[in-house]
């Protein structure tokens, strides 16, 4: 059997990723989702995220999680172990986790990261975790999307 890509190094589970946090270059950005079909308008919001500071964690809802976001009965289309492999062949991506929970903000916190991004369909006000950012001094930003794209769209043009 082949050793796992490089790649892979960057998935982290949620109970042992406070050791890989201690590593990571700061200023440390913070953002999460879904990326169930990596696509554009996804890459460039990353690599976006990424060029607001020195390191890049990425936090991904389980597929639980995506289940009772209401996306759909037949969502997530992929399992989290490959939106997680995707996600972190990323070259902008330093670490890539999950979470259980409706939302990302244990992981937030956790982390204590200076910056906490959304897409832009996200204002800043209702980010998860921006009160707890803030207060430490950090920055909340919502990135306005680029590239007109979303799973959800793509999944109508599929079906239809």
Not at 53 to 78: H, Q, T
Not at 84 to 94: D, G, K
Request: aromatic fraction near 6%.
């Amino acid at each position: 059997m082949q050793d796992a890509p490089s790649f892979e190094q960057k998935i982290v589970a949620p109970e042992s990723w406070q050791a890989r946090l201690e590593g990571i270059p700061r200023p440390l950005v913070f953002t999460n989702g879904v990326f169930d079909i990596l696509h554009r308008g996804h890459v460039t919001y990353l690599a976006r995220a990424r060029a607001q500071g020195a390191a890049l964690v990425v936090a991904l809802n389980s597929d639980a999680s995506v289940r009772r976001l209401g996306k759909g009965v037949d969502r997530p289309i992929n399992a989290l172990a490959d939106r997680l492999a995707l996600v972190a062949a990323l070259e902008c991506v330093s670490l890539v986790t999950w979470f259980e929970e409706d939302t990302p903000l244990a992981r937030i916190l956790e982390c204590q990261p200076e910056v906490l991004v959304k897409g832009g369909d996200w204002p800043e006000a209702a980010i998860v975790g921006a009160p707890s950012v803030l207060a430490r001094g950090g920055r909340v930003l919502s990135i306005p999307f680029e590239h007109e794209r979303s799973t959800t769209a793509l999944l109508r043009q599929i079906r239809a």
